[in-house]
């Protein structure tokens, strides 16, 4: 069922179908697309907890068994806010969040608030009970991509079996485009029947940061952008915010298929300790705005000098006269690195 909210004053509506995941925002006649959202964020990204058992060195949140998890009380209170603000949707995460142990609570509850909840898992910790709970709560469910790829490939393959709408999140560096220009000449087998690969663009962040793979070194861009956008592809495709500057600068791909950085605009993340951000990867390189008895998430939206910083950035003229730069806007305001249009 379509879900639509007009904010009159604003002068746009936006629209959102909870079943498939369709997501517009229409500018009432005459008007303009709307640079923020006053009265809150459309998507929050949760971090319910830093728990995670795989120890992967490129974790930008570096998590290990010792993370904790958020108290289910606390999480209820972000969901109960995030309702209230006409929130959509939400994207948790960690750590590894299926293996925070309220998991199934965390999921019914959500649902039973109206906002639709969504998750990123490694693949493990997924019993029968989490994964009749997602089948019937959950928008989608992102499969992360590690090499060599088995365990990817049974738990895509298990999420499908139930039934379950499944992304597959591939880091996109420097060395690991080889692999996503094989996957999408050729797609491997365990990806058939996915929704869509999405490519998310390194980050230098984490326990080791190999500036060697940034993307903006690898001499393949042309060719993976124009693979990754052909309309013959394979594989439906779809690219984190931190791609757009190279999808926009390398392709023809029409601007109003692909967004840019919605962080302190239309989204903001949540970290397990109830420190609030823009986005998640600032969580590791800022102390944040805590999250308290006194100072809701509203608050913190409208109120933040972080929020704000944001969202002058990508208003600003940072990147002069490129043509793009109405589409980009500016690229990320974290990490210069991660710009690959060739313009910086």
């Not at 790829?149 to 139930?162: C, G, P, R, V």
Request: hydrophobic share 35%; net charge negative; aromatic share 10%.
């Amino acid at each position: 069922m379509l879900k639509a909210i007009h904010y009159k004053s604003l002068g746009y509506t936006s629209f959102f179908n909870p079943d498939t995941g369709f997501f517009a925002r229409i500018p009432d006649k005459g008007g303009k697309d709307p640079f923020w959202s006053p009265h809150g964020p459309e998507l929050m990204d949760i971090s319910i907890t830093n728990w995670c058992d795989k120890d992967c060195s490129f974790c930008y949140k570096s998590s290990t068994r010792r993370g904790e998890h958020m108290a289910l009380d606390d999480y209820k209170g972000v969901i109960d806010q995030a309702a209230d603000m006409g929130t959509f949707q939400v994207a948790l995460g960690g750590g590894n969040p299926n293996q925070h142990p309220d998991f199934v609570e965390i999921l019914e509850y959500t649902a039973s608030k109206g906002v639709v909840p969504n998750y990123t898992t490694n693949g493990r910790g997924l019993s029968d009970e989490i994964l009749d709970t997602t089948r019937k709560h959950c928008g989608a469910v992102a499969i992360s991509a590690y090499p060599p790829y088995d365990e990817t490939a049974k738990t895509t393959k298990k999420l499908i079996h139930n039934g379950i709408k499944t992304n597959v999140h591939f880091i996109l560096d420097a060395v690991s485009i080889d692999t996503a220009i094989d996957w999408l000449n050729e797609p491997p087998e365990f990806l058939r029947g996915i929704n869509a690969i999405v490519f998310l663009n390194y980050k230098p962040s984490g326990r080791k940061v190999f500036e060697k793979n940034l993307l903006r070194h690898s001499t393949r861009l042309e060719e993976f952008f124009r693979l990754a956008t052909s309309p013959q592809r394979k594989l439906k495709v779809g690219f984190d915010a931190c791609c757009v500057s190279g999808v926009f600068a390398r392709t023809n791909t029409n601007t109003s298929m692909v967004d840019a950085c919605d962080a302190g605009r239309f989204s903001m993340y949540v970290s397990e300790d109830l420190k609030v951000y823009p986005c998640s990867f600032q969580s590791v390189l800022v102390e944040g705005d805590q999250l308290d008895n006194e100072t809701t998430l509203l608050d913190i939206w409208i109120k933040s000098r972080n929020m704000g910083a944001f969202r002058s950035y990508f208003s600003s003229d940072r990147c002069g006269a490129c043509s793009h730069c109405p589409a980009c806007m500016n690229g990320c305001p974290l990490f210069d690195e991660l710009v690959v249009c060739g313009n910086r």
